[in-house]
């Protein structure tokens, strides 16, 4: 018999099983419930969690081999990953002729994002998701924004090529990782999906980015790319289609293009407001005719850069906080504090008058004494974090009001907010709400759905249909820039306040 550990909602239970039982079946038998909305076939990818030292599984292809910690989704964790699925288009498995180029083929949907890379493998004849790898982005050691990274490329004479290699190097050694755990070749790769935001992909292909940094923030290119797998060095059949699915401006790109389109047009949310906020803040409103969008300078602050102690939302990472206490990812002893965790922190701090209408902090907060973490020493925010906190929230809330000015709507006419990106998965809505980072016209109409922009690749990947869906979402979207709006200013300054 093996034992396995299994962490669900703070508490923690030892259960045994036979030597290649599935995982989702393990947990099912014994009380757990895991969101499958597939039955456990393979092919929604929901049924992800996390087996410490291995990253998130999906349970229902994993066969139990050795004794392990499995970390089940929260309840938070749980609803998104249920919004997601309902929301999501629908299309037949359609990988185009690609598909014959191997007797056994599978793709890989891949999003880059600033800080973070996820990658999902597919089996391109069932349409089952074999397995998903999310990592750090290696070209953060370079810069934390995408304007510190492009500034790296200006200032080194090598600066293109060392940040495409970082990039390559690690997308391979996930692609040999998945090829391994899939029991397939390399040339059983024949197609492979890219979204993600302008700068990662002008990076991602060894593009010069310069533009997109320098007035009037230019993209080299913005349309749909696509190549061999051998044109940039990536492990697969040299022969395989390469699609970077295509952007919209310099500042919003096929990440929110993937996301959007990922969306089931339905006759409840006909008119809606669609947020990504990571490093940047990418926003866009929908409407029945048109779709304005966005791009605002939030900083890396929710990503945990440029915090104190702050840290991606990795294992270690405090993800929530309140009157009982914090939850840390992966159940263990935390290293620092994620976005999630930090805007939980932020609330808490307000409703306890511990920060003033202005921002200002009475003292040092001190979230976990030194006793109490990995490294040793004490986690805690500083008046500096939360300025960090303040300019990212304030640019984000001027930019919806801004989108809602030029589209003459107010937020009584608007029919939910759907919030997108990993962030999605762990932050607090009504902590969101309670900072200004979230409005709270909207607190009850707003629906988290994760990464959309994932969703959005695979799509890309399973689908040729979708490219039509893109074509048809582009026809109708016109980018706003916030910059030329002669209220933004304004906006900016009184969305600083608490």
């Not at 991606?312 to 206490?325: C, D, L, M, Q, S």
């Not at 979402?473 to 306040?497: G, P, R």
Request: charged fraction near 15%; charge should be negative.
């Amino acid at each position: 018999m093996i034992s396995l550990i299994i962490h669900h909602h703070g508490s923690v239970k030892t259960i045994e099983c036979q030597e290649g039982d599935s995982l989702l079946n393990v947990l099912r038998q014994n009380g757990f419930e895991v969101y499958s909305p597939c039955g456990g076939n393979g092919t929604c990818g929901k049924c992800n969690v996390l087996v410490k030292n291995e990253g998130l599984v999906p349970s229902c292809l994993y066969p139990i081999k050795d004794s392990i910690e499995v970390i089940l989704p929260d309840r938070r964790e749980a609803k998104v990953l249920i919004e997601q699925h309902q929301h999501t288009v629908l299309l037949p498995l359609m990988p185009g002729n690609c598909a014959d180029l191997s007797g056994y083929p599978h793709g890989v949907a891949i999003d880059i994002g600033t800080t973070t890379v996820v990658l999902y493998l597919v089996n391109l004849i069932t349409g089952v998701i074999s397995e998903t790898r999310a990592i750090l982005n290696p070209q953060t050691k370079y810069g934390a924004d995408v304007i510190t990274r492009i500034q790296f490329t200006t200032s080194q004479p090598d600066g293109l090529e060392i940040l495409q290699n970082e990039l390559i190097t690690a997308l391979n050694r996930e692609l040999s990782s998945l090829i391994n755990f899939a029991g397939i070749t390399e040339n059983e790769i024949v197609k492979i999906v890219f979204a993600g935001n302008t700068t990662m992909l002008h990076l991602l292909l060894g593009v010069n980015p310069k533009s997109l940094a320098l007035a009037p923030f230019k993209a080299q290119f913005l349309d749909e790319q696509i190549m061999l797998g051998e044109n940039i060095g990536l492990k697969s059949l040299p022969q395989a289609e390469v699609k970077v699915l295509p952007s919209v401006s310099a500042f919003v790109g096929s990440d929110i293009v993937a996301g959007l389109a990922s969306i089931a047009p339905s006759d409840k949310y006909k008119n809606y407001l669609f947020m990504d906020i990571g490093t940047n803040g990418e926003l866009a409103l929908i409407t029945g005719q048109k779709i304005l969008c966005c791009s605002t300078a939030a900083g890396p602050a929710f990503e945990g850069a440029r915090i104190s102690c702050g840290m991606g939302a990795v294992e270690g990472a405090i993800a929530a906080f309140g009157n009982n206490g914090y939850t840390v990812i992966g159940d263990e002893k935390p290293s620092g504090i994620c976005g999630s965790g930090l805007i939980d922190i932020m609330a808490w701090l307000l409703e306890k008058d511990k920060i003033s209408i202005e921002g200002q902090l009475q003292e040092d907060y001190v979230v976990v004494h030194e006793n109490g973490t990995s490294s040793g020493k004490a986690i805690s925010l500083n008046q500096n974090d939360i300025r960090e906190v303040q300019l990212a929230k304030s640019a984000i809330a001027s930019g919806v009001i801004i989108l809602l000015k030029q589209a003459g709507m107010t937020f009584e006419q608007l029919d939910a907010l759907f919030l997108a990106g990993g962030f999605g998965n762990y932050i607090n809505t009504e902590s969101a709400v309670r900072i200004g980072l979230l409005p709270s016209e909207m607190k009850n109409k707003i629906i988290p759905l994760g990464n959309t922009s994932g969703t959005g690749a695979i799509l890309a990947l399973k689908s040729i249909e979708f490219d039509e869906v893109i074509q048809n979402l582009l026809s109708k979207t016109q980018h706003i820039e916030l910059a030329e709006d002669e209220d933004f200013a304004v906006e900016f300054a009184m969305n600083m306040f608490f």
